[in-house]
């Protein structure tokens, strides 16, 4: 069973364009959290969620909006599609503690912006 | 901003070799914790170490933790062509925040 799962895989798009990515986790964790990892390999935290409740909200365009129907979900919308915003979009989530806990990723989604 | 970094940035080593790699941090922290990163895929946990702590083993991983220094060592032990992977440090600050690294990319040849 996946603990964290995320859609799509892969997200190809042209610039200007808004697009979607979802989150589900089934393990219980009441904290959730979306990454961007860039070209680098850096991973940089973006939003965090604890309980639907925004916990974390890190310097991030405006364009970038999350949202939490409910604990297990997580999803990110993008707004306005720019060049800079291809990378590796993780999400994660962690014990109902949540601080400094081990945290458990997804498989990541690559978006690619043309 | 970066907290963690990782030192090197790239290893190459035999298999049945030893593999180490270092973290340095900047501010105090609550833990540490070091991930692995296989091509493509998420971050898996390996190992947290507690800021009272200064070694904890897990299989063929070793950690140590010196908060003196600031600094933190992942050991792999007799590395298999599996432990081929991206390694991070991620620094927990007393928040809910993970601060983590560039990481080290480790190859391990046949």
């Known amino acids: 069973d996946t603990a964290v799962s995320q859609t ?35 991973l940089k935290i973006m ?25 297990a979900h997580l999803n990110l919308h993008i707004n306005s599609l720019e060049l800079g915003d291809s990378a590796v979009y993780f999400c994660a989530s962690s014990r109902p503690e949540g601080r400094g806990d081990t945290q458990y990723f997804g498989p990541g989604t690559r978006l690619t912006v043309l | ?70 600094s933190s060592s992942l050991l792999i032990t007799a590395s298999r062509a599996a432990d081929t992977a991206s390694y991070f440090c991620a620094t927990d600050a007393n928040d809910y925040k993970l601060s983590f690294g560039a990481g080290t990319t480790v190859t391990v040849r046949a």
């Open chain 1, 8 to 42: 799509p895989k892969y997200l190809v798009t042209q610039m200007g364009n808004d697009k979607s990515i979802k989150c589900e986790q089934n393990l219980g964790h009441d904290t959730m959290y979306w990454y961007k990892q860039d070209s680098k390999k850096f």
């Open chain 1, 47 to 71: 939003f965090s969620y604890n309980n639907k409740e925004l916990i974390i909200n890190e310097t991030v365009p405006n364009r970038f909006s999350p949202k939490s129907p409910d604990k």
């Open chain 2, 1 to 70: 901003s970066q907290q963690g970094e990782e030192d090197p940035q790239a290893l190459s080593i035999q298999e049945g070799e030893n593999a180490t790699m270092n973290c340095s941090y900047k501010t105090s922290i609550n833990n540490l914790q070091w991930y692995r990163q296989n091509s493509g895929r998420g971050l898996v946990h390996l190992i947290l170490i507690r800021s009272n702590e200064r070694e904890k083993h897990s299989g063929r991983l070793r950690v140590t933790l010196d908060t003196s220094k600031k």
